[in-house]
């Protein structure tokens, strides 16, 4: 059975660091592209930076040089370093697990955790 543990959300200033973690079981990480999506209140999910299986990362445009993707195999953990975060920022963040084989894909996503920047 496949989980995604997210966790490190929580209530932050602006301009302040937040990291969160994803811990997957069930699965066999290494092969996986992990990701991070959130979703703030009345709009839906967006991408915000994968880590590919083959090392590669990816974010989207709004969090190339503050956010950072980063995970290790080993551990079947992927983080995001979020830096000066911006009440834009709030929403929940979740992380996703996915593996496409002969054109099949396997998504797992987490239960979110909530990130709120707010002075």
């Known amino acids: 059975q496949v989980s995604l543990v997210e966790s490190g959300g929580g209530l932050v200033q602006p301009g302040e660091s937040l990291r969160l973690s994803c811990a997957a079981s069930g699965i066999a990480f290494s092969i996986y592209d992990m990701g991070w999506y959130r979703q703030a209140p009345g709009k839906q999910r967006e991408l915000v930076a994968i880590a590919s299986s083959g090392g590669s990362t990816h974010y989207a445009d709004s969090m190339k040089g503050r956010f950072t993707i980063s995970r290790n195999n080993a551990k079947s953990t992927v983080w995001l370093q979020m830096n000066s975060l911006e009440p834009e920022d709030t929403a929940v963040y979740y992380c996703?697990?996915?593996?496409?084989?002969?054109?099949?894909?396997?998504?797992?996503w987490g239960q979110g955790t909530q990130v709120t920047v707010s002075s």
């Open positions: 996703n697990a996915e593996y496409t084989f002969l054109g099949q894909t396997s998504t797992s």
